[in-house]
């Protein structure tokens, strides 16, 4: 059997435990000490608290519990009644409150002045409620904003101010809402939001998107900016955006292939926005990507299209080979500050394909620019003439000077009666002669056939033959009778005899 101890001895152990301080004052002492044992940090009833953690989830509350510790760093209010939050639900300033949520309320109001007390929030959850719209300077307030989810609410119209000074903003979530119109000031020269790295239109009313200007965003907040599940018509532009995110594996277009659909001209079911690729009515094709064409003696940049953001190093490979791993680079390549490379005075050898080599602070990438080189200046005279067009010119050349010579040249026929000769006299002895069946002359008889005069432009050679080239001379005249023709050798006459016929 145990020893029993005398109440005194029990006495004496405690006091000896604790000379001076009773057992009850100790505890309470304790209890003071505790972030949680003042009456200006009591946990509020019904809530969970741990540390700087207020959880208050699903505690059936239609308002804010009061009062809030000061030092409350993470306040739970989801899956509550919580339906309207004023501006004084949090009486005293919350300087170290960071997150707030507020989920699964069936929260339709927020006040512009809500966040005034809470200016250094980071993480703000306002989604799964029945928000309509987001009124002018809404998070103003909230500078120091890092993560905002608004997705599954009711919100229909975004007012263009509802995002300012939210400088530090990176992740938006605007998925399952009644959006119509794409919010573009929200992107445009990254002035509004210059953090943003990820923005989520999923499941909204949105029929059209700025293909031309999503397409110019960078490549990194192209892989985080989520279009699917909305009810866009069909169009090839779009379907080169989401084709060139494929082939470029951005993860708003792998994980969510099928999801995204497009709605064609004429038609009640959508269909696959990848689908559109050589099929009626549209019959798209797929645009090559990062291809660049420049002229002879152009200046051109290249610009690496990469998804990493906190690049550690990156260099280019030209097509022969040729590193350029440092600013300024050598001869005619240049890499800029911003990554891209720089070409000037481009050369003909200077086309091909250049690679952009980028190492990330988790996994490296390696991008391809095709340049082509046209074999011209841009301006001015071409140096050399393509050969198609040379040969156009040519046959173009050929068929005018075939056209000139049959139809343009002069007709030296016997029809030409101006310079034909005076005929000779009716008397004359050689035009009875019996061995002449064809005249030697031709006489202009309507409906003959027209010959050529060039053998009567020959002059008369040795043993009365006649000479290529020569001119025939007319012999003197001593009378009416004199006169005499010149034979023509070609004629019936001249075939028997090698002497002119004399009467």
Not at 188 to 202: E, I, K, T
Not at 207 to 226: F, I, K, M, T
Request: net charge neutral; aromatic share 4%.
């Amino acid at each position: 059997p145990r020893p029993q101890h005398p109440p005194e001895a029990m006495g004496q152990s405690t006091a000896a435990a604790g000379p001076g301080v009773p057992p009850m004052s100790l505890l309470l002492l304790l209890l003071l000490l505790s972030p949680w044992g003042s009456a200006a940090g009591s946990c509020p009833p019904r809530c969970v608290c741990a540390s700087n953690i207020l959880s208050c989830s699903q505690a059936v509350l239609s308002t804010v519990p009061t009062p809030l510790p000061r030092f409350t760093a993470v306040l739970d209010l989801s899956h509550n009644n919580v339906t309207r939050l004023r501006a004084d639900w949090a009486p005293g300033r919350l300087a170290h409150l960071h997150a707030l949520l507020l989920s699964h309320n069936g929260l339709s109001f927020v006040s512009t002045e809500a966040f005034t007390h809470v200016p250094h929030l980071r993480h703000l959850d306002l989604s799964s409620n029945r928000l309509r719209a987001l009124e002018e300077n809404l998070f103003s307030d909230l500078s120091e904003l890092e993560v905002l989810l608004l997705y599954n609410n009711e919100i229909a119209s975004v007012d263009r101010t509802a995002f300012e000074n939210l400088g530090r903003l990176r992740k938006l979530y605007l998925g399952q809402n009644r959006i119509a119109r794409f919010p573009l000031e929200l992107l445009r020269d990254g002035s509004r939001l210059p953090q943003l790295a990820l923005l989520d239109l999923s499941a909204n009313r949105l029929h059209s998107v700025p293909v031309g200007e999503l397409q110019a965003l960078p490549a990194w907040l192209r892989d985080r900016l989520y279009l699917h599940a909305n009810p866009l018509a069909c169009s090839c532009p779009l379907f080169q955006l989401v084709a060139r995110g494929r082939h470029r594996q951005l993860s708003a277009v792998v994980d969510f292939l099928e999801e995204l659909r497009c709605l064609p001209p004429a038609a009640t079911a959508p269909v696959g926005i990848l689908s559109l690729a050589g099929q009626q009515p549209l019959n798209c094709s797929e645009a090559r990507e990062a291809v660049l064409e420049a002229h002879l003696g152009d200046s051109v940049t290249l610009g690496c299209d990469t998804r990493l953001r906190a690049v550690r190093q990156r260099h280019w490979v030209t097509p022969g080979g040729e590193r350029v791993l440092e600013e300024g680079g050598n001869g005619s390549a240049a890499l800029l500050a911003n990554g891209s490379l720089q070409l000037r005075a481009l050369r003909p050898e200077d086309a091909g394909t250049y690679a952009c080599w980028v190492a990330g602070p988790l996994l490296n990438e390696t991008l391809y620019v095709e340049l082509l080189v046209h074999n011209f200046t841009l301006h001015g005279p071409h140096d050399t003439l393509n050969t198609a067009y040379t040969t156009l010119v040519g046959c173009i050349l050929s068929v005018v000077l075939v056209l000139i010579y049959l139809y343009l040249t002069p007709c030296r026929c016997c029809c030409c009666r101006g310079a034909e000769k005076p005929p000779a006299p009716r008397d004359d002895s050689i035009n009875s002669s019996v061995l002449s069946t064809t005249p030697n002359h031709a006489t202009g008889v309507p409906g003959e056939p027209c010959r050529s005069r060039s053998a009567s432009a020959t002059g008369p050679g040795q043993n009365g033959r006649f000479k290529v080239g020569g001119t025939p001379q007319a012999p003197p005249r001593h009378g009416p009778k004199a006169q005499r023709k010149v034979s023509d050798p070609d004629s019936v006459s001249s075939v028997f005899s090698d002497t002119p016929i004399v009467v």
